[in-house]
């Protein structure tokens, strides 16, 4: 597989413990990914990266927390206060995931082979 080879390039792994800086859900999400990730080229070159999605996946996270709550109590302003960091947090996700591999498109990308264009002679063409 691509991913295979690119990831035997001699870089430092990715950590596997997440950076104490995060919180706890960005925590979490650090853990189910490094868990997550098998054979896809991770490095620690990586890591600012991998700490950013996880970074924008607890504000997402802790945003729609807020938003349920606001909802509960029957404040609508105070709900749709929250749906521009919501609607950030999800651009920022969705870029950084396609960035590290961690969507369906962004893996296929990385796996696929090259096309080598195959030379044909004449007599390939006209038999």
């Known amino acids: 597989m691509q991913a295979e080879i690119l990831s035997s390039d001699g870089l430092p792994a990715l950590q596997k413990t997440p950076p104490r800086h995060l ?6 999400e650090y853990k189910r990914i490094i868990n997550s990730i098998g054979d896809l080229p991770m490095r620690n070159l990586d890591r600012s990266e991998l700490e950013n999605y996880c970074t924008w996946y607890s504000v997402y ?3 729609s927390i807020k938003m349920k709550q ?3 109590n029957g ?4 709900y749709y206060s929250y ?4 609607n950030k947090a999800t651009a920022a996700i969705k870029g950084l995931a396609s960035d590290l591999g961690l969507n369906v498109n962004s893996r296929m990308g990385m ?3 090259k096309n080598e264009e195959k030379k044909s002679s004449l007599a390939d063409i006209f038999g």
């Open 111 to 113: 796996n696929m082979p």
């Open 83 to 86: 749906i521009g960091i919501l």
């Open 61 to 63: 996270k802790n945003t």
């Open 75 to 78: 404040d609508e302003d105070e």
């Open 23 to 28: 919180d706890p859900i960005a925590s979490q």
């Open 70 to 72: 606001a909802l509960a």
